[in-house]
C-alpha cells in the first residue's frame, strides 16, 4: 500500500481490497447477498448520478450559485453506507452532501429548491448547497468547514449514548479532513469516551486541488498506518457499492453491540472538479479515465444483469422513473416561491 | 438576605439545574476530580457521577463542538472554559457551529447549550489568559452574551441562561468569584437582555457590565461625595444589548460615560457609542464619553496590569474631561 504517484491509480484502486486491521483475509464475501435489494441500491445512485448532472445543468443557467460540489462518482460510498443505517440513527455530512441527503431519503424537490434558494427548500433558501439539513430524517448536516462536522457528530452520538439508546451516528468526512486538529480531537474524544460514532472516510484522494499525497505524511493510503486512536478500522472499496454496505453493516453491528467508534476507509474518487469552479489543472485526465471506467452507476446494474439478478428492462425502467423524478425536482425548485424578505429575521434565535 | 460568594452563587444555579432537569450535563477541562480551576464545580462529581460531569481532554474544539451535538439532539449541557481566552481554540465550533445551525438549517435546529468561561484581566495571568472576548463573541447573531457583575445577577442570569433554548455564552468575571453579595433563599430569575438600573440618579448614567462596574461604582460613590447624583447601569447582556434602558437613562441625566474594562477598541461600548450617538445626541450636554483598558496586550507585572486594566480615575477623569464634573 505504499504506491504513491499519479499514474499508479489503477493498482491502487486494484489494491484497495476490504481487509482489517492489518489482517490479510478479505473481509467481506463479495458473492451477492440475497437480503439486499439491490435494485433500491441502483436506483438510489442512479438517482444521485442523475440529481447531479441536473444540477450541473441549472449552475450553468445560473439557477443555481455559490458553491456546487457534485457527488458523482463516489455514489457507491454515499449509497452502501447509509443503507446500512435505522431511522434513528444520525448522519453527518460535508459539503459534498447531496448525494448522503438523497441517501437518506430526503425530498428531491425541497433538496433542488433549496439549491435554487426558494422558499420551498429544505432549509427555506437559507443554507444552500453546502447545508442540507432534514431532522426528520435524522440527517444533521451538510457542513462546510473542513472537519468541524466530527466534534458535532460525536456530540449527537454522546446524547445517544446518554439516552441509553442503541442508536448510533454516522460521520462522513473527506482525506482533507485528516489534517485538521479537531480531526484527531473528536477519534480521540470518541475513543476514550466509547461514542456509539462511525467514522466513515471517504478518501477521494483530492482536498479541492490538494492530492492527498502532497499534503499528508504517509501518502494516499490512509490504511492502515492511519491514526484513529485505538478506533478499530477497515478499508472497502467505494466503488463496490454492496462492499461499503457489508463493511457498514459490520461496523455498525459492533458499534450496537457496544464496541465504542468504528472507522470505514472508502476508496473512492469524484469523476468531476471539486466545484463547478474548477478547471482540474490540477490531475490528468488519464487517472479521471481510469476511474471512470468502475464507475458503480454502470458496473453494478451490468453484473446484476449478468448474473440474472436483473433484467435490461427492469433498469430501463428504473431509469426512466428516476429521470423524471429529477425532472420534476428542477421543476418544482424552478416554480418555487422565492423566500419573502420578511424571513430575514426568522430563525436566528428560538 | 443572605450573603454569598459569586463562585458559590454560579455553583447553586448549576446545581439546581443538574438536580431538575436530567438532561443537563457539564462538560469541562478539570471540572471533575480537580473541582473546577475556579471551584465551582466542586463536589459535583461526587454528587451527580461521572455521565454528568465529565472532565475532558483538552480538546476544546472537540467538547464544545461535543457540546453544539448533544444540544442539537435535545440534551441541555453546560460546558466550561477554564478561561475565555482558550475559546479562541474553538471559534470555529462557537460561530461557524453554534451560532449557525438554527439559521441554516431553516430553524430546524435549536442549541440549548450553555458556554461558561472566566474573563477578565486583573489576576497577573499575562497575555494569553486575561482577555475579555465576550465582546467579539457578542457581535455574533444566533448566540447570547451575558457577564453578571455580582452574585445575585450571576445566579439569576446563570438560571436563565440553563433554560434558554439558544446558546448562551456565561463571561464570568474571573475577578469576582470571591466577591461577596445578598442573594435570597427565594427563587428568582433575570431575564437575558435587559440591563439593570443599579443606582437610580439624575446628573451623570455610567454604563458598564461585568467586572467594569466596580471601577462604576467606586466612581458613583467618589461623584455623589462631590454632590453629584449619579446612575449606573449595568447592562449584564451584551447580545441582545438592551440599548433603551441606557436612552432612558440619558434623557434624564444628559450626560454619560461608557465603561469598558475590556480592551477600549472595538469593545462593546464602541457599539453602544455609535447607537447613541445616532439616536441620543440630541439629549447629550457633552461628547459621548467612553473608557476602556489600554490597547496594548495585558502585561504580567502587577503595577502595569493595574495601569492598563480601567479603573475609577478612568471613570471620573473621564466624567471630568467631558463634562466638568
Sequence with gaps: MASSTKSNAKSRSQSSKPSRNGDSAPLLNKDLPSTVDHLDLFKMMYLIRQFEIACGENYSKGLIRGFLHLYIG???????AVSGLREDDYIVSHYRDHGHALARGMDVNRVMAELFGRAT???????????????????????????????????????????????????????GSTNQGVYHETLNLAAIWKLPLLFFLENNMYGMGSSIERVRAGGIDFYPGIATYGIPALEVDGMDVLAVKEATDVAVGKIRNGEGPQFIEAKTFRFVGHSLADGQ????????????????????????????????KEIARIKTEVDETVAKSVDFAEQSPEPDLSQIYNDVMV | MPEILFREA???????ALENDPRVFMMGEDIGEYGGAYAVTDGFLEKFGPERIKDTPISEQAFVGAGIGAAAAGLRPIVEFMSISFSLVAFDQIVNMAANLRYMSGGQINVPMVIRAPTGAGVQLGATHSQSFETWLAEVPGIKVVCPSNPYDALGLIRSAIKDDNPVIVAEPALLYGDKGNVPDEYYEIELGKADVSRSGTDITLVSYGYGMR??????????ERGHSVETIDLRSLNPLDIETVLTSIQKTNRVVLVDSARRTGGVMAEVA????????????????????????????????????????????????????
Design chain 1, 121 to 175: 427548500g429544505t432549509s427555506k433558501g437559507k443554507g444552500g448547497s453546502m447545508h442540507l439539513f432534514d431532522v426528520a430524517k435524522r440527517f444533521m448536516g451538510g457542513h462546510a468547514i473542513v472537519a468541524g462536522q466530527l466534534p458535532l457528530a460525536a456530540g449527537l452520538a454522546l446524547a445517544q449514548q446518554y439516552q441509553k439508546t442503541d442508536a448510533l451516528t454516522m460521520c462522513f468526512f473527506g482525506d
Design chain 2, 274 to 325: 455609535a447607537e447613541l450617538q445616532q439616536r441620543a445626541s440630541e439629549w447629550l450636554d457633552g461628547p459621548i464619553m467612553r473608557v476602556g483598558s489600554i490597547d496594548v496586550p495585558w502585561p504580567y507585572n502587577r503595577g502595569l496590569e493595574r495601569e492598563v486594566l480601567t479603573d475609577a480615575g478612568d471613570v471620573l477623569a473621564a466624567a471630568a474631561e467631558g463634562y466638568g464634573m
Design chain 2, 215 to 224: 471601577p462604576v461604582n467606586s466612581a458613583a460613590d467618589s461623584l455623589e
Design chain 1, 281 to 312: 489543472k490540477y490531475r490528468g485526465q488519464e487517472e479521471v479515465k481510469e476511474w471512470e471506467g468502475r464507475d458503480p452507476v454502470l458496473t453494478f446494474p451490468a453484473k446484476l444483469i449478468e448474473m440474472g439478478v436483473v433484467t435490461d
Design chain 2, 10 to 16: 454560579l455553583k447553586r444555579g448549576l446545581q439546581e
Design chain 1, 74 to 80: 463516489q455514489e457507491a460510498t454515499g449509497v452502501g
